[in-house]
């Protein structure tokens, strides 16, 4: 599960997509097991708003997460309503390498 500061927390202008990605299914954090399996800490030390959240829009994020051994990687996520009420995620590593996860 991922870890962050509250300062990174408080970029979320939407509570709910937070407690989603944080704490719920955890999309990012999924991704990262994926491409760095043997890492035993993994904290968002920023993330940067590409398109800022409008409510009924696609919001795009670029998340950093450091690693125990000092390493770090981006990923860029982007949360896309359905119309229907529910988010789907994408997160893309940084070389172009996705993983999807949907939340309803």
């Known amino acids: ?3 962050c500061t509250p300062e990174v927390r408080a970029k979320y202008v939407d509570g709910i997509l937070a407690g989603t990605l944080f704490e719920d299914r955890d ?7 994926k491409f760095f399996p043997h890492a035993q800490v ?3 030390i920023n993330i940067n708003t590409v398109v800022p959240y409008k409510k009924g829009q696609t919001c ?4 950093t997460v450091e690693h125990d051994d000092g390493n770090a990687c981006t990923y860029t996520v982007k949360y896309i309503p359905d119309g229907h009420g529910g ?3 994408t997160v893309r590593k940084d070389n172009g390498i996705s993983a999807a ?3 309803q």
């Open 87 to 89: 988010t789907s995620f």
């Open 1 to 3: 599960m991922l870890t």
């Open 101 to 103: 996860s949907e939340l």
């Open 27 to 33: 999309v990012v954090s999924v991704a990262d097991i």
């Open 60 to 63: 795009v994020e670029v998340w």
């Open 42 to 44: 993994r904290k968002v």
